[in-house]
């Protein structure tokens, strides 16, 4: 049932992925490759540079929600280096593959096991960090809605007129920020764990839930702020608008299953930004491409060979313990003593 699941799903993705390339083209089919070329040329170097740092921050706060689920299990020892390497390896893979099960979830599980983890709290670690990445755009899309609910016109094309009307989405951000604050409190308070269905919430610890509520969103502040300062000034809404705007897009990017949100993510986008003229469209997908660049495509060909060099160096490994099943014991010498004087020692130690 389970892989009758993830074809499914995998179908699911692979039609989405179709549909959104088919409608993006329909945007974009005017556009030449001097014009794209040009808006890449016209972005200034110290906007590409600041992008180029919102991809580090997003990356170090992806790292901070391993760490923090590490702390939840009371693993300790794990060197933050390691911690980093595996977790930008899991994210720059199931950022562009999409299927968990083929990347976040099995590097995760190599490289921890690695370390003493069992397979209970893999999964348990994957777990949280799925939920704290929620818990993140959840506490953002909700700040959103409050303070700028008319945001989701922008998406009437997409979205059923009721959500884009301003007093409803609205009341539905202070919904979303309700949710954080229960979590708060049971987080706090000690609640019992919240159960919808197979779903089970356990409250962390205080120290953990306050960890989360800073990781999360610096995470989702610095994967907008790659596509905020790739903006030209002419045509940026501001970064509560993009940040707003770069929340539904990955989120429908995300619910879509579609490898690496391709297509998807910037169907949603472009409609968002409600471009009036050819013109607007080339430096938007200049943006666009400077996202997918720096948050998606340089971060999966360093995984690719962090992959390799990890993988062989656990054959290498294997193959050395089966060479030598039965390492022949050291020898029985201490610095400063003859092989004697220890035997007398440990003969009078038997007595």
């Not at 099995?106 to 799925?130: D, E, F, P």
């Not at 700040?143 to 008319?150: K, N, R």
């Not at 539904?248 to 998807?264: D, I, K, T, Y």
């Amino acid at each position: 049932m389970k892989k009758i699941s993830e074809i499914f799903w995998g179908l699911v993705g692979l039609a989405a992925v179709a549909a959104s390339c088919y409608l993006l083209w329909g945007k974009l089919k005017d556009q030449s490759w001097a014009s794209i070329e040009a808006a890449f040329l016209a972005i200034p170097p110290h906007h590409v540079l600041f992008a180029a740092l919102s991809t580090l921050v997003a990356y170090a706060a992806l790292a901070w929600y391993d760490r923090i689920a590490l702390m939840h299990l009371g693993v300790r020892g794990i060197s933050w280096r390691f911690v980093s390497l595996c977790s930008f390896t899991t994210y720059a893979l199931s950022h562009n593959i999409g299927a968990s099960v083929f990347s976040g979830a099995l590097v995760r599980y190599r490289a921890y096991t690695a370390k003493g983890l069992s397979a209970a709290q893999v999964a348990v670690l994957v777990a949280l960090c799925s939920f704290t990445f929620g818990l993140g755009t959840i506490l953002l899309g909700g700040f959103v809605l409050v303070y700028d609910p008319g945001l989701l016109a922008r998406l009437d094309s997409l979205l059923p007129a009721a959500l884009t009307n301003p007093h409803t989405a609205r009341l539905v951000g202070f919904a979303l920020l309700a949710f954080v604050a229960l979590y708060v409190l049971g987080s706090v308070l000690r609640f019992r764990p919240l159960t919808i269905r197979s779903f089970k919430i356990e409250y962390p610890r205080p120290q953990i839930m306050v960890r989360q509520l800073i990781a999360a969103p610096l995470e989702l502040l610095g994967a907008a702020g790659i596509i905020y300062f790739a903006l030209p000034d002419a045509l940026n809404p501001g970064f509560i608008a993009v940040l707003g705007i770069f929340l539904a897009s990955f989120s429908v990017a995300l619910a879509s299953h579609a490898p690496g949100g391709l297509g998807v993510f910037e169907l949603v986008f472009f409609t968002a930004m409600q471009l009036q003229t050819d013109a607007e469209k080339a430096p938007v997908l200049a943006a666009l491409l400077i996202f997918r660049l720096f948050y998606l495509l340089i971060p999966f060909a360093i995984a690719i060979v962090v992959v390799v060099l990890f993988e062989r160096s656990r054959l290498s490994k294997a193959l050395s313990d089966k060479a030598n099943p039965n390492p022949p014991e050291p020898p029985l010498v201490a610095p400063g003593l003859d092989n004697h004087v220890i035997e007398k020692r440990l003969e009078k130690k038997a007595v």
